[in-house]
């Protein structure tokens, strides 16, 4: 596709249920990045792949986010036994690492934990 | 760690130009960016500039960074109602690659 798709486009869960997000960067773009945007903190960085290099995690908020990408193209993002404080949108990114690393958002997630 | 500040709200009446300001504190931010998020939607890159560069213009956009009090501008010309959104300013540098973002400016564009 032209621009990064993220889905679902809207979650409501549960207190305590696991959520997945999934992302799909601009087709050759080699990093690939996971922000949230919540009313109380803004937007945050959370991890960052770049290649087959070890992700940067350190914006990871609780051992209960983790996120995978597999064959340096599709990224899943979960949340296990999620918590209210969770709620927000979650952003992911693709940059073609070296040009500016310019970063192309896609439409996000909402996510609602009940 | 890296800050990013700008003002919450601006807003100017339909063909006046807007200007959005925004202070950073990482001295060695490389790039510096303006992001524009419409209600209900992701981020759309507007432009971003090189920290060795003071200015750029693209159409009615035009970026103005001052280095030295780490201050960074975007000036919109003849501003529209569609104009009407959340700017947010963002910088990083090549060691950090992710980016911090300020809290984001609200434009009101009137009629």
């Known amino acids: 596709g032209a621009g990064v798709s993220q889905s679902p486009s809207n979650k409501v869960t549960e207190k305590g249920k696991d959520v997945e997000l999934r992302c799909d960067p601009i087709?050759?773009?080699?990093?690939l990045y996971w922000y949230r945007q919540s009313l109380g903190q803004g937007l945050e960085f959370l991890i960052y792949?770049?290649?087959?290099?070890?992700?940067?995690k350190s914006g990871l908020p609780s051992d209960r986010f983790s996120a995978e990408r597999t064959g340096g193209s599709v990224s899943t993002l979960t949340i296990q036994r999620t918590q209210q404080e969770d709620s927000a949108v979650y952003l992911c990114?693709?940059?073609?690492?070296?040009?500016?690393?310019?970063?192309?958002f896609g439409p996000g997630t909402r996510l609602t934990v009940l | 760690g890296e800050d990013v500040e700008q003002s919450l709200f601006l807003s100017v009446r339909e063909g006046d130009s807007s200007v959005i300001n925004c202070t950073y504190t990482?001295?060695?931010?490389?790039?510096l960016y303006w992001y524009k998020q419409e209600p209900g939607a992701g981020l759309q890159l507007l432009t971003y500039i090189f920290s060795n560069m003071d200015m750029k213009q693209d159409q009615r956009l035009t970026v103005l960074l001052n280095k030295k009090d780490k201050h960074l501008s975007l000036r919109i010309a003849d501003t529209q109602t569609g104009d009407s959104a959340i700017y947010f300013c963002?910088?990083?540098?090549?060691?950090?690659?992710?980016?911090?973002f300020g809290s984001g400016t609200r434009l009101q564009v009137q009629p």
């Open positions: 087709s050759g773009h080699t990093a």
């Open positions: 963002a910088e990083t540098d090549t060691g950090r690659r992710a980016l911090t």
């Open positions: 990482d001295s060695s931010s490389t790039y």
């Open positions: 792949f770049q290649g087959n290099s070890a992700p940067d």
């Open positions: 990114a693709s940059s073609l690492a070296g040009v500016a690393d310019t970063q192309y």
